[in-house]
């Protein structure tokens, strides 16, 4: 076994004007003293299932081996369960609404799953409305502890995880590529649901030049491999840190450029040297 100490890797759409990540760190802590806590981030914008299950699956990868705990919840203190997910080098906590999904196929799939449904494993609850501190965090902190997963709850069959919700871009005939942005970053970079592969096999190699339709409105990119590459003003399309295709600008917003945001819709059709 090895002598590291245990890791909860945290995701919400929290923020942090309010005491609410505070909390969650506490809870963990009091149950497992010697945690070690991540914080991928709490800027989920609020009730943004896809934006989490996204991050959550960018960042998944990069993590320490043991527990994820996602929380991006809507349906608190409804019907929907609240889960811990055994996968083959730990384990992930969260609502089972398609937030966590893409994370654990990425992670090879789940091995078993339980509702959290074991009231001794929980805090006793003043309301229903706060299941990220009350049964969520601490059964990551009991699953960082090395508790069963089993001693948690009930057993899910695997095969009734709630899917994600993430999109797929619509390849047709005539070679055009109907894809959507999936993310804008801090710097306005618009991550699109479109592998450079799909481009390749479209004739398009770094240095060639992308159709973009948006809106309605038709625009060029240069695929470039750096932003330094693109000339002052000319869009850029560029094979971002996790391998998609993003549209950019050097040292400026693509977002604000060209007014898109998560979920907007963009067509790529390959162009031939020069742009024609």
């Not at 009730?47 to 043991?66: E, H, I, K, M, T």
């Not at 992670?107 to 339980?114: M, T």
């Not at 709630?162 to 970079?189: C, K, Q, S």
Request: negative net charge; contains cysteine; hydrophobic residues 45%.
């Amino acid at each position: 076994m090895s002598d590291r100490p245990p890791f909860v890797s945290f995701l919400s759409d929290y923020g942090l004007v309010d005491e609410f990540v505070g909390v969650c760190h506490a809870v963990m802590l009091d149950v497992t003293p010697d945690l070690r806590i991540v914080d991928i981030t709490h800027d989920i914008a609020p009730f943004d299932v896809r934006a989490g299950a996204l991050a959550l699956v960018r960042a998944v990868q990069y993590l320490p081996d043991g527990v994820v705990l996602a929380v991006v919840d809507p349906g608190v203190a409804t019907e929907r369960r609240c889960i811990a997910v055994e996968v083959e080098d730990g384990f992930l906590v969260g609502p089972d609404n398609g937030l966590l999904a893409p994370a654990v196929a990425m992670l090879g799939g789940p091995q078993r799953i339980v509702s959290l449904d074991n009231p001794d494993r929980q805090l006793v609850a003043p309301g229903p409305t706060f299941a990220g501190r009350d049964v969520m965090a601490p059964a990551a902190a009991y699953l960082a502890a090395g508790v069963p997963i089993e001693a948690l709850g009930s057993p899910v069959d695997p095969a009734g995880l709630a899917p994600g919700l993430v999109p797929l871009p619509r390849e047709d005939d005539d070679g055009t590529i109907a894809g959507e942005v999936l993310w804008v970053d801090h710097y306005g970079n618009c991550q699109l649901n479109v592998a450079p592969e799909q481009l390749v096999v479209r004739g398009v190699a770094p240095g060639g030049f992308v159709g973009v339709t948006i809106g309605g409105e038709d625009r060029r990119a240069h695929w470039v491999t750096a932003f330094a590459e693109a000339k002052p003003s000319e869009l850029a399309l560029v094979v971002d840190s996790y391998g998609m295709c993003a549209l950019a600008f050097d040292q400026r917003s693509a977002a604000a450029e060209l007014k898109l945001r998560a979920g907007k819709t963009v067509t790529l059709v390959p162009l031939s040297e020069g742009g024609h």
